[in-house]
């Protein structure tokens, strides 16, 4: 079993993913788990659609979406069963999408078969839910999408420090975090009991798949800007915070402020150039 509470709804809804017959009953029973959308009618050609909608919208914001990604290796952390990998698999050469849980990866290359350029991917499991099992240097832009709110404090901070490692200098990352919000007096307290209650016999694997529980306990971390920026600082250049029109500035010095409609109130973005 694995160390860490927080892993434990991924490892949930991969297994669950595996016993499905297909990749439209794979969206259907655990697609929620990556867009929130639930419902008999779901497949997984409307699913990917709102990954291409999401992933050309934060590129284009970015700045990052331009020719040169025809030449350009993307490392995606946390691609789940490939809501965005299908489409970055039809934008870049090369795309390697890592993940904790192995079956999301299968799932993954099913997705990108139907929907993307199969030729072009290679998956990388994070075993340890915070070591990229890649060479430094291999990437030009890491890319990460409600991935790093999942993990345990010290391994999204870890993660933040493998992307870097492994973009190439004057390559880029794009990586999404959660930070506080004033209902996080309640949904913090609450995600601390859920997390505990996985772990329980019986009713831990229970409620591991269920929606709202698992929605109120898989928030696993609220990281600051400045927390993320100080770690990786040393390694980076043009850093630049994407927050809400919605929330006042971070303020941190040394970044640029930046805002975007589509990022969540309770989201930010660290986009920056690695050194
Ligand atoms: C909400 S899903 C997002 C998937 C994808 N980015 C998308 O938007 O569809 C979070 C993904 O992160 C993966 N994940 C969670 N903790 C992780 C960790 N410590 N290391 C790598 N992947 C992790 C989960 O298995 C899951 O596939």
């Not at 909608?53 to 030449?71: I, K, N, R, S």
């Not at 800007?225 to 040394?254: C, H, M, N, W, Y």
């Amino acid at each position: 079993m694995t160390r860490r509470k927080q892993h434990v709804p991924w490892k949930a809804a991969g297994t669950a993913s595996e016993s499905e017959h297909s990749a439209d009953d794979v969206v259907r029973e655990t697609g929620w788990v990556f867009n929130n959308r639930v419902g008999g009618h779901l497949n997984l050609a409307e699913f990917v659609a709102t990954g291409d909608h999401e992933t050309a919208a934060y590129l284009q914001t970015f700045g990052l979406l331009g020719p040169e990604l025809e030449q350009q290796t993307l490392v995606e952390i946390g691609s789940g069963i490939g809501r965005m990998t299908a489409g970055f698999t039809r934008m870049f050469p090369r795309v390697i999408a890592c993940d904790l849980d192995a079956a999301f990866l299968e799932r993954c290359r099913e997705t990108v078969a139907n929907f993307g350029k199969p030729e072009r991917l290679q998956t990388s499991h994070v075993v340890d839910g915070r070591t990229l099992a890649l060479a430094d240097d291999c990437a030009d832009l890491v890319f990460s999408y409600i991935t790093f709110q999942h993990c345990h404090r010290d391994d999204a901070l870890f993660l933040a420090r493998e992307a870097a490692r492994v973009t190439k200098t004057g390559g880029h990352i794009a990586l999404n975090f959660r930070t506080w919000v004033p209902q996080d007096v309640v949904l913090w307290p609450a995600g601390k009991l859920v997390r505990s209650a996985w772990r329980l016999p019986r009713i831990g694997p229970f409620i591991a798949q269920r929606r709202l529980p698992a929605r109120l306990g898989w928030q696993a971390n609220r990281l600051a800007p400045s927390e993320v920026v100080q770690s990786l600082s040393p390694t980076l250049t043009d850093i630049r915070i994407f927050r809400s029109p919605k929330r006042r500035p971070f303020g941190i010095a040394g970044t640029t402020d930046c805002t975007f409609e589509g990022v969540h109130r309770s989201h930010w973005w660290l986009v920056a150039e690695v050194r």
